[in-house]
């Protein structure tokens, strides 16, 4: 039901940019948050970034903070992750995920369908 259809590539250099990108199909509730996660190896899954169901209100993480941009459009159904100045440890498997909620949360248990996930690599 979450499915991420595009990244621009998986490996970039610091400084660079990168676009992700998701598409929610089959989804029952109308009114979901959406977000973005990241893991790297021997890692936690971290929170990045989550936005609200009318896109009208953001959360990110401190780390990503100027650097991100999160967006949806809700005609398309697709949800997007925009990543630049770039930084080696951004390096990690993104994911993308929907929420049973309406309001933007950075808790990973609020998000019950998640994609499969893609390899982002901040190398010289």
């Known amino acids: 039901q979450v499915q991420l259809v595009k990244s621009g590539g998986d490996l970039v250099q610091p400084g660079g940019s990168l676009r992700l990108s998701c598409v929610v199909s089959?989804?029952?509730?109308?009114?979901?948050?959406a977000g973005w996660f990241r893991q790297a190896p021997g890692k936690e899954r971290e929170f990045v970034s989550s936005?609200?169901?009318?896109?009208?209100?953001?959360l990110y993480a401190d780390s990503v903070k100027g650097r991100f941009t999160i967006s949806r459009d809700r005609y398309k159904h697709t949800v997007s992750l925009q990543m630049d100045n770039l930084k080696v440890e951004d390096t990690a498997v993104y994911y993308c995920a929907a929420a049973l909620r309406a309001s933007a949360s950075s808790a990973n248990t609020a998000y019950r369908y998640w994609g499969q996930g893609t390899q982002v690599t901040v190398s010289s």
């Open positions: 089959g989804f029952s509730l109308d009114y979901y948050a």
């Open positions: 936005i609200s169901w009318n896109g009208g209100d953001t």
